[in-house]
């Protein structure tokens, strides 16, 4: 019974009333209500309530009659997981359901276009990063929001995103020692830019997934020229609170760990406890490993202890 109420409690309250209701029991009557008529909607709660979900999902399928309404289905299942990211995988095995002749890596882009908005992807798309990428990126992007709800309220966080976007190697050519101003003197791209905001932060936190057994070429420039131009300055990121987090399909995971890691320990950082580890390749997956998602939610709570502890001790 409680499945067929929320089905309708769904159908009846929408956007309206999904902060509240995390189940995809929910998102199903979500979808319904924008796409059939309510004698529908009633035959499928009754469904649910008596436990028949294979034939759910076959009414929903056979009631969702055009591309133009799955259409409508990616734009309530994008704000579905904005609000409830844990549930992305089952909620792209619904939308998969409701829309069988789309394309699955597609359908998965079109989901996280809603989550993350048309700009950024678009961006992403223009500069030759392919839709499997974006997946990865996505997935790690999902693994670090664990963490970053997990430091407590009163601590402001912010997410940047590197992928996609123009991040030069360094040439060593040593004029940021020369200046010394705080910044690489190329400044055509956006390592000054993260440069500034790590800066300014109290702690960071450092995200790759895994390629060819390491970080990424654009965290790698970052790592690269943003950790000369600290040298160069004194230590801009000395006593700060950091972390890693990797996401990884199989192999790499203690290397690419160990460069990420190593720029944050050169840098005079302090790193409270293991750093965070997801498993998973394809869309929301990573949301499945529970060791992962446990370990993320601890280094949360330990950066946020770490950094009141550092806030007490300055005000003492």
């Known amino acids: 019974m409680e499945m067929g109420r929320e089905f309708l409690l769904g159908a009846v309250l929408g956007e309206w009333g999904a902060d509240d209701h995390d189940n995809i029991f929910y998102l199903g009557g979500w979808i319904a209500s924008g796409v059939i008529v ?16 294979t034939g759910t999902g076959l009414n929903l399928a056979a009631l969702i009659p055009g591309y133009g309404d799955g259409a409508k289905v990616a734009v309530i299942v994008g704000k579905f997981v904005g609000k409830h990211p844990e549930l992305l995988k089952p ?3 619904l939308m998969v359901g409701v829309a069988p002749h789309a394309d699955e890596v597609a359908e998965s882009v079109k989901v996280i276009r809603k989550v993350h908005g048309d700009e950024l992807i678009d961006a992403l798309k223009t500069k030759g990063v392919s839709d499997s990428k974006i997946i ?9 929001k664990v963490s970053l709800r997990n430091i407590d309220e009163g601590i402001e966080t912010e997410e940047i ?17 020369e200046k010394k ?11 000054n830019e993260c440069i500034d905001r790590m800066v300014e932060a109290d702690g960071i936190i450092l995200g790759s997934p895994v390629y060819f057994t390491d970080v990424t070429a654009e965290m790698k420039a970052l790592i690269d020229r943003a950790g000369l131009v600290s040298m160069a300055n004194g230590g801009l990121y000395r006593r700060k609170v950091a972390q890693a987090a990797v996401a990884v399909r199989r192999s790499g995971t203690f290397h690419t760990l160990d460069t990420l890691l ?6 005079g950082m302090t790193v409270p406890g293991f750093p965070v580890v997801g498993v998973g390749k394809e869309i929301g997956e990573v949301l499945e490993d529970e060791e992962g998602l446990m370990r993320a939610k601890d280094a949360g709570k330990n950066m ?12 003492s």
Do not use: P
């Not at 101003?181 to 390592?191: I, L, P, Q, W």
């Not at 946020?304 to 005000?315: D, H, Q």
């Open 262 to 267: 190593h720029f944050l320990l050169i840098g």
């Open 136 to 144: 990865e990126l996505h997935n790690l992007d999902q693994i670090g």
């Open 161 to 177: 995103y590197l992928g996609g976007r123009v991040a030069r190697g360094c040439t060593a050519c040593m004029k940021c020692f």
């Open 181 to 191: 101003d705080g910044h690489c003197v190329f400044d055509d791209d956006s390592v």
């Open 304 to 315: 946020a202890w770490l950094l009141k502890t550092f806030e007490r001790a300055k005000k």
């Open 38 to 53: 309510l004698g529908d909607v009633r035959d499928i709660a009754t469904t649910i309530s008596r436990g028949d979900l």
């Open 91 to 93: 909620a792209m095995v």
